[in-house]
């Protein structure tokens, strides 16, 4: 459920390498009594909020939000078989891993699974306000560049067919976009995003703007750059070569 590797990049100038390799144990430790509280998931129980099959109330809730959010095109409930929280319980133990550097008193980090990521503080691990430069490629082609970001304390996502096409549940989805990436204040609501934005199409473009701290930019099939306003400014995006 976590995917293949996830990285822990803590660059904080402020603590010796004994507190960061404390922080460090305490995030996978954190990671793993996280994996272990995500079951499987099978059907719902009564209620779309209710807690299914040991699966954390806080992640069934947390989808059901991004349900409303984004007018139904993420829906972990729409397929066949019943309920598939997929990334968002990702998301859910990689914030728990988080949550466990910043106790420990890191103030500058990067956690970062499948492409995916999220950022506190700055690259440089100290407070300048520079926070994280990232290079972002294309899903079809990791070879060539997309588009350059900076981030201050929030995650990306990006959601792509077909590397992610059978997580975009919502009804009606469609290949009109060959991917998706989104900036929010943390990783759930990125990739949320970012899957319903692939399932909706151009048209998730009605919608993004209304979020609270979102930004994205979307790759249509012809190779068209459709961006949300505030994408301006916060970092370059490359044509396709």
Known sequence: MLGRFVTLDLRDA?????????????????????????RPPGRPTAGRTQQ??????????????ARQETRGWF????????????????DWALQRALD????????????????????????????????????????????QLLAD????????????APRRAR??????ATARLTSATVAAPDLASADAYAAAALA?????????PRLVGVRALL???DGQHLTTANWTGQGRVHSAT
């Open 75 to 90: 829906d972990p409930w729409s397929i066949r078989g019943g309920f598939e929280p997929a990334v968002l319980a990702r």
């Open 200 to 208: 909706h199409g151009a048209g998730a473009l009605d919608w993004l």
């Open 167 to 172: 997580r975009a549940w919502a009804r009606g």
């Open 219 to 221: 790759v249509t099939l």
């Open 100 to 143: 466990a550097l910043t106790c420990s008193g890191v103030r500058h980090a990067m956690v970062e699974v499948d492409g995916d990521a999220v950022v506190i503080g700055s690259a440089s691990g100290r407070l300048d306000g520079a926070g994280w430069s990232l290079a972002l490629t294309r899903p079809a082609t990791p070879s």
């Open 14 to 38: 402020g603590l010796d390498r004994l507190a960061l390799g404390r922080a460090a144990r305490r995030a996978v430790s954190a990671l793993h009594d996280a994996q272990r509280r995500l």
């Open 149 to 160: 970001v900076r981030l201050h304390d929030e995650a990306i996502a990006t959601c792509a």
């Open 52 to 65: 299914s099959n040991g699966l954390p109330s806080d992640v069934v809730l947390r989808c059901e939000q």
